[in-house]
């Protein structure tokens, strides 16, 4: 897959990751260097580039792997040599900042510095050959800057938003979101209800297996979704976009009232033979009560009608404005001014647009509303930084029988509480709580260990499958 113009690509170097839009002759900032990427149009994801005066120049990675390739070690070098008597100071390295600096401004390359830092390093020939190559290979890391192009996938997102900071996306690694698409059951054309704090990982990721067959219904808290991964990461097209609906959170409970309200007024009808017309009046005014409350239900009632006024308002408010205008300069022999007239209009115009987005938005509201309300969803994943119960209580009655329930969290308490209540309900079977245990191991000749720095939990998952309590 090539590179192009406006796409979203990953830049990485060495343990640094970014997310920038391709856009020719646009400064990038990153590991304190500045560059264009004019370099990198037309190349395949995954190659590598080095960074020289600003510019990127497309190279052969395999020469600045971090590790050279196995070779046979010199065991008599290796036993004359230890690095017991080495002290790290400053002194042993006779090149000050000052010339170094002086020797890039001087266009000086960076294996020319390389090979003047060990020159002038008085502990380097005393060191073993491990130490040798680590040193090496740590100077080329800060003179020799090479980045990667990568395609924003999943996998490379996790990695990148993990990196940054675990917390701000619940400590979800890439082995936890595998496990929550698998128990899940994330495929092509399935119904899904997602409630997530993960900047919009989980969303993308069941976008990307969903491949624009099936439909995902966020429930986000706040005024609006909130999914910076999702809108600057993925190269997703329309056609995958329309797979994605959202509904605020903070409604779920008038979907769960208007369902009840629906079976009452039903069961009050089938008891209530005689009264059937006054009770059906009394029981549509209490459902039109709770299946809109307040605010949203004046809105879908009145935005409608709101348009359809809107214009003739404005041509009242135009023909007065004209009027007033034609009878101010009558008085005095001054023209009008031009630009009064279009700039209202312009300003009924931005009014009208505005209205129209708010009529679609709602429009879309009450779409993903019936597609809930229909209760014939095959899934529901929870990965927020609320607690889970309420949550997945609330939810539960939308799913179909025999369909997944998945909650992940990264502390176990909050899975502990919702274990206890779901089993309560006598809705779910095969309720099982687990943790992942991860360890990312270095492999290299006579230095296979795992790494020194990793992460101690990679958080818990609440699974069980739906069932009819009949």
Known sequence: MLIKESDFVLLKKDENMKVVQFVSHKSI???????????????????????????????????????????????????????????????????????????????????????????????????????????????????????????????????????????????????????????????????????????????????????????????????????????????????????LHSFPLDQVSSLMRSSKAEESSSNAKRLAEPNIQCSLDNSSDKVSDVIIPGEYR????????????????????????????????????????????????????????????????LNQLQKTKSMIEMADLDGLIVASKFHPTPIVLSLIDFLLPSRPIVVFSPYIEPLMDCYAKLRGTGRVVMIKLTDTWFREYQVLTNRTHPTINMSGSGGYLLTAMTVTND
């Open 29 to 243: 900032n990153m590991c304190k260097m500045k560059f264009i990427l004019n370099g990198i149009s037309g190349h395949h994801y995954g190659s590598s580039f080095r960074l020289q005066n600003g510019q990127l120049e497309k190279i052969d990675f395999k020469e600045f792997l971090l590790e050279s390739d196995d070779k046979d070690e010199n065991a008599e070098s290796n036993e004359a040599k230890d690095n017991r008597s080495l002290v790290d100071k400053r002194d042993n390295q006779k090149l000050s900042r000052d010339e170094i600096n002086s020797l890039r401004k001087q266009g000086v390359t960076g294996e020319a510095i390389i090979e003047q830092l060990v020159e002038n390093s008085s502990t380097f020939e005393k060191k073993t050959d491990f130490s040798q190559k680590k040193y090496i290979q740590k100077k080329k890391k800060k003179h020799i800057p090479v980045f990667t192009v990568l395609r924003p996938s999943t996998r490379t997102l996790v990695e990148m938003y993990y990196r940054r900071g675990p917390t701000k996306i619940c400590n979800l690694r890439m082995d936890s979101l595998a496990q929550i698409l698998t128990q899940a059951n994330v495929r092509s054309s399935a119904k899904l209800l997602v409630v997530e704090s993960c900047s919009g990982l989980v969303i993308g990721s069941v976008l990307e297996r969903l491949a624009g067959d099936g439909a995902v219904i966020h429930l986000y808290t706040g005024s609006a979704p909130t999914r910076p991964a999702l809108d600057e990461g993925y190269n997703f097209s329309q056609e995958f976009l329309q797979c």
């Open 298 to 361: 004046n809105n879908s009632e009145s935005e409608t009608t709101k348009l359809e006024t809107f214009k003739a308002e404005k041509e009242e408010m135009l023909m007065d404005h004209e009027n007033l205008l034609q009878k101010e300069t009558s008085r005095s022999d001054e023209a009008p001014p031009k630009d009064v007239k279009g700039n209202l209009k312009r300003k009924f115009e931005d009014i009208e647009k505005r209205e129209k987005k708010k009529q679609e938005r």
